[in-house]
């Protein structure tokens, strides 16, 4: 409507066309409203005459609307239209068997299906228009011609000779003819306007008064200048229709009776004019909207405050005055509503006041608990429906509202021990109000609960996670615990075991990633007594561990679905993880043997995975496992898409590999922020593993050429480092860590030590842990063996003999951890040296081959590899000429290869080929161990 | 391969050269050259002058080509050795065109470029060779000058552009006989070759102990690293060849099975009645791999046999020099 008042300069006119516009509306809602609130009030015996009429002011007014949305070609309005009027029809179907169907009904019933057809035909038009339209007209078209069926006769008849029953139809009640008149009139000129070429009978007819307006027009050109636009826009029309009406005029003789007839009639005159004032409105109209595509949306605002404003009205008259309010009424009352959702034309949130009204009700006439459980279920269900679309999440109001509900719900659930609730409960078997037997409610309140869960996870997931917004709905997150703790306290008394196993997980997915600083502080304060003691401190509080554990090993005994226990058991791990019970975790994860066939998890479990191996890699960090951090972190770091795997945003560089739809599927996967792990500090932690085991290994086998990467990542990290013109101080954490990774390699523990640990990585980095010093403790101790051992391994070989007191000061590690040191590099063959006890001295021993002899290795090796390849060749050679379908057969080829063809050469090539068979070994060692590692990093890509 | 058979290089009797005659000014001006001008893996090159009398050709006077340099790009070589042979005329020297030479580093001469520049002179000038001089082994003591010439076989494959492996076998070129060496002999007028005689006996000994060098491991690294580096390209060339084969096969599988499913359907057809199926271009629908060139291949073979054979003429005069320094010192000791 608002496009009205901003057009409008004409007022008159305005009012006369949004008066029209509004009026249609409102008995089409009432009859709406009717149907859902109060067929009571329908009383067509009271008298027959006055009913008659208002009912057909009712159908006329649908009709003009649909004439109108005719003539704006808006198909789903009149459609709607269409649907109402075949209601309002039936509604008056009493009347109608006494007085016989109006002619003005059947004559929009002709209309529009001819006007349909045509449009139907129209292909180019179709395609312009948009979908809902298109949509729109082909169902209309279907409905129509179903519809007219039961009324050919009439149609028939009036095809016949319409202006007859124009006459008739006029003459029948003067009243609403006049209304209706008019309208079909413009309606008529608009058809007409559009499709001139159409030669139907009932054109004809229309000829006629546009004729007239013609005529008339120029007369009133003249007197009032506001017609001049109007007749100007209209002059090619006309001329148009005036000329065809020359065409026609010999054959249609009628026509003139109807012009005279209808110049005759004075009072029809200043209706006309009238209508041609709408007219030149309707252009514009018409202008609007060829010009907007977003008519559409136009329309459903429009629509919307239609809804809503009769119902504001209609609210208090829930019960008809005087009717005694008992349960079986509100239960009734109770099903109209719900009969209604779903619906299209439901306004949802008029629904959640009816109910929360008559939830009022009931409460006000004491109806009874298992009445008001009724309703609070059907509130909270209703408020999960206010959004139809299952990616758009609720807002905090709505959520907020719904959490009150459902606490209230579980109060009375709390309080009246005799209400049975279920799903499984039919809607018959219902018991509401009968007090002295059990009350017994169809509903699940555990689904409803994970629902609200889930919606606060979204929520989250929605909101700006920087804003003061995520703090406040953070602090909602208590309020869901206790919701939940409280359904668990429920459940466990009533529920079956599947449901506490889903209550619980529900519970564990509120625990599991929260780090119990009330047990860490206790048990810092126990740090120097046995474990066993620590144990039984941890066993008298019910600190998260505890819950943890009893809730999980519930899941484990009782769960009969995989995933609930596979989410319980990664939640387990995780929980253990992050409160450096790394021992427990890691057998946890070894004997649940997820790393097999989490490939076949669904994607959040997935993502619960990866989060797990993740803290557990960075918990064995912090226990000083080393190479145990770095196995578990490699499969996510990588892969360079850690964020991803965490569930902890979206790539933005795939953008051309998904479509929106996948997008937001992936974007529902989320984890919200307050879980987040943090990836620098993932980061940070993996590669300094990484370092800690590269750099020795790279030292010990500076001239191996086979030599692998332990760690692709860190290697590109050093990579990038070197590529660096100019060295500046290193400002982020991977420059620290390439940094330190430069002097470690030159043994030069202390500088690593500075460049690993400082201010800026304190701040980064291990601030974040709950340990801090434990772990930088451990870190400094790692870096001094690690470095003592690249040190040995770069420089062996310009010592003769080495004091461990020497080493032992360079690397300020005490005396005996040397020796076990190099003991172990002995052991494992890695260092060629003996210990001299007395003297306390390693004696290198000369066995490394000098540069020559490594690169003569280096030439046998790739000529091994040259050898083989060639061998390749000569066998696919072969394959080809021998015949295509013995190829495959790859043993055969040793046989049959054709040393005949030189024979005298065969001794040399033996040779070859045993010293080929054994480098085959070796490749093939190779490419397992590859093909190992490729599947393990493929089972944990997500 | 294994059936090749050495064939005699460089005495082939259809060569117009048989022989090769330089003047020692021609060996001083190349080493001087290369003194002054190349440094490290820095390639000289020049122009060689003389004339052919019967089956012996005669180096009588060089020129080098000027050292490129970024800052004069537009400078045309062709147009200096013109004005440069013209000069060269106008003071009565020899100014026939009959080859080029160039140093290599560590004998790694063999390459494309060589290949092209030397076909295009013996394209032009049937007699022109070029000289390969290696500052390296001759500072170790031994003067190191080398003539090539393409063979006849390998000319005829450059002139055709046929580098694929069919091309290449029905012409049976290998890598050893790519190229054949022609001997050199130096020739001095009587005045130098007194002066050398009397400079010979001026001479201490020191100035010759360059021959008697023992350390061997530098030389012995580089020319195994550059060995390796051909065997890693040698590799390459054959993975990608063995595919190019796999892929052939394939579709030659493919090809094969089409033909037999079209023609058991002709079969059917025609035991139906029904008209045949019309044949489609094969070679339309099965378009064969692109071979790779087998040029580079054999030119990576050759420059490793050349490799080899310095390492092996190395590493024999080397253990000959370990032998009699035992034996030195055996009787020292």
Redesign the interface.
Known sequence: MSRFFATGSDSESEESSSADEITPKAPGTINKQSLLLSDDEEDTKRVVRSAKDKRFEELTNIIKTIRNAMKIRDMSKCLEEFEQLCRAFLKSKTIMDKEGVPPFYIRLLADLEDYLNQLWEDKEGKKKMNKNNAKALSTLRQKIRKYNKDFETEIVSYKENPEQSAEEEEKDDVGSASSSESSDDDDDEGITAKSLLKKKPQEEEKKAPEASKFLKGAADEESESEDDEESEDWGSDSVHSGSESEDNEGAAASLAVVFLKKALDGDKQSDRKKDDRRKKHKPKERLEEEAGEDRDPDDEGWEKVKGGVPLVKEKPKMFAKGTEINSAVVIKKLHEILQARGKKGTDRAAQIELLHALAGISNENNLGEGILVKIKFNIIASLYDYNPNLAAFMKPEMWKKCLECIDELLDILFNNNNIFIGENIAEDSENLAISDQPLRVRGCILTLVERMDEEFTKIMQNTDPHSQEYVDNLKDEGRVCGVIDRLLQYLETKGSTEEVCRVYLRRIMHTYYKFDYKAHRRSLGLQGETKSEQDQEESEGEDSAIIMDRLCKFIYSKDRTDRIRTCAILCHIYHHALHSRWFQARDLMLMSHLQDNIQHADPPVQILYNRTMVQLGICAFRQGMIKDAHNALLDIQSSGRAKELLGQGLLMRNMQERNAEQEKIEKRRQVPFHMHINLELLECVYLVSAMLLEIPYMAAHEFDARRRMISKQFHHQLRVGERQPLLGPPESMREHVVAASKAMKMGDWRTCHSFIINEKMNSKVWDLFPETQCVREMLVRKIQEESLRTYLFTYSSVYDSISMETLSEMFELDLPTVHSIISKMIINEELMASLDQPTQTVVMHRTEP???QN??L??AE??G??VE??E??FD??Q??YGG?FN?DQKGGYQQNKSYQ??PD?RGG?QQKQGYQRDQKGGYQQKQNYQRGGYRNQNQSSY | M??RKETPSGKTPDSPVKQIQIEGLVVMKIIKHYQEEGQGSEVVQGVLLGLVVEDRLEITNCFPFPQHTEDDADFDEVQYQMEMMRSLRHVNIDHLHVGWYQSTFNGSFVSRALLDSQFSYQHAIEESVVLIYDPIKTAQGSLCLKAYRLTPKLMEICKEKDFSADGLKKASVGYENMFEEVPIVIKNSHLISVLLWELEDKSTAADKHELLNLSS?TH??KS??M??DR??D??QD??K??NY??S??KQ??QK?QYIQRRQQENAQRQSRGEPLLPEEDLSKMFKPPQPPPRMDTLLICSQINTYCQTIKEFTSQNLGKLFMAEALQGTSS
């Open positions: 000098t540069s020559l690169m003569a280096q030439l790739k000529l590899g040259l390849n060639n390749r060749v696919l050679k394959g080809v295509y190829r063809r030189a050469q090539y | 294994a059936s491991s012995l690294e195994l690293q060995l390796m065997m890693d040698m590799s054959i993975v060849y063995n084969c796999r052939l096969s030659q599988q094969h």
